[in-house]
């Protein structure tokens, strides 16, 4: 599953719900996009300087408090956008002058590159993914063997089946899914894999899906 040469991609655990945080940019002018900002700010900005990349926005898969519980802060010290789905739920969205909504299938440039936004509801309304090219940064919409709660406020299992069937495995197979939690036995794996070993991915209907993820 190689990167492309031209992407800086760094995958990082914070928290006590083993979250996962991700540096996405442009290697060349080492642009980067903090993804989902929470538990420990400190750790994520040491990380952008130490390495020479400039955090030049930040980017929400979903508004979950262990997803942008250091939202307010890292906006504090960077002034940069920060984009979430048109799409979430007003209880979810964040409040903050930074905040920028976005639709589905949305580009985002950081740098030289362009990430997508790509539409994933379920675990909540204005759950998105963010790809580029071979690498899809998931969220709580997919994880490593596993897809996120559906029975939280605001979730729904028949959008969660409508995007894991009809928008992320339309995608290639050589599509690198990197999670929002370290809930698998690898940090990250290919769409491929997970087609074959993934319980939700494996359903053959709706209903079994929902069997499956609600116990109905």
């Known amino acids: 599953m190689p990167v492309p040469p031209e992407l800086i991609l760094k995958q990082m655990e914070l928290g006590p719900m083993e979250n996962f945080?991700?540096?996405?940019?442009?290697?060349?002018?080492?642009?980067?996009?903090?993804?989902?900002?929470?538990?420990?700010?400190?750790?994520?900005?040491?990380?952008a300087r130490e390495n020479g990349y400039k955090i030049s926005l930040v980017l929400?898969?979903?508004?979950?408090?262990?997803?942008?519980?250091?939202?307010?802060e890292i906006l504090?010290?960077?002034g940069v956008p920060a984009y979430i789905s048109r799409h979430e739920a007003s209880f979810l969205k964040p409040k903050h002058k930074n905040i920028v909504e976005v639709e589905d299938r949305q580009k985002i440039r950081v740098g030289g590159i362009e990430i997508e936004c790509l539409l994933t509801p379920g675990h909540t309304p204005g759950c998105q993914c963010f790809l580029y090219k071979n690498i899809l940064v998931t969220g709580d919409t997919i994880f490593?063997?596993?897809?996120?709660?559906?029975?939280l406020p605001g979730s729904d299992p028949r959008q969660m089946y409508h995007s894991l069937y009809n928008v992320l495995m339309?995608?290639?197979?050589?599509?690198?899914?990197?999670?929002?939690h370290n809930y698998g036995a690898v940090p990250f794996?290919?769409?491929?894999?997970?087609?074959?070993?993934?319980?939700?991915?494996?359903?053959?209907g709706i209903e079994e899906f929902l069997s499956e993820r609600m116990g109905l």
């Open 21 to 47: 945080q991700y540096f996405l940019g442009d290697a060349r002018s080492k642009q980067i996009a903090v993804v989902d900002p929470a538990w420990d700010v400190d750790y994520l900005c040491d990380e």
């Open 189 to 204: 794996a290919t769409l491929a894999e997970q087609k074959k070993t993934n319980p939700y991915l494996t359903c053959a």
């Open 170 to 180: 339309k995608l290639p197979d050589t599509t690198a899914i990197y999670p929002g």
């Open 76 to 78: 504090s010290r960077h």
């Open 144 to 151: 490593v063997d596993g897809c996120g709660r559906c029975d």
């Open 60 to 72: 929400l898969t979903h508004g979950h408090p262990d997803h942008v519980n250091g939202l307010k």
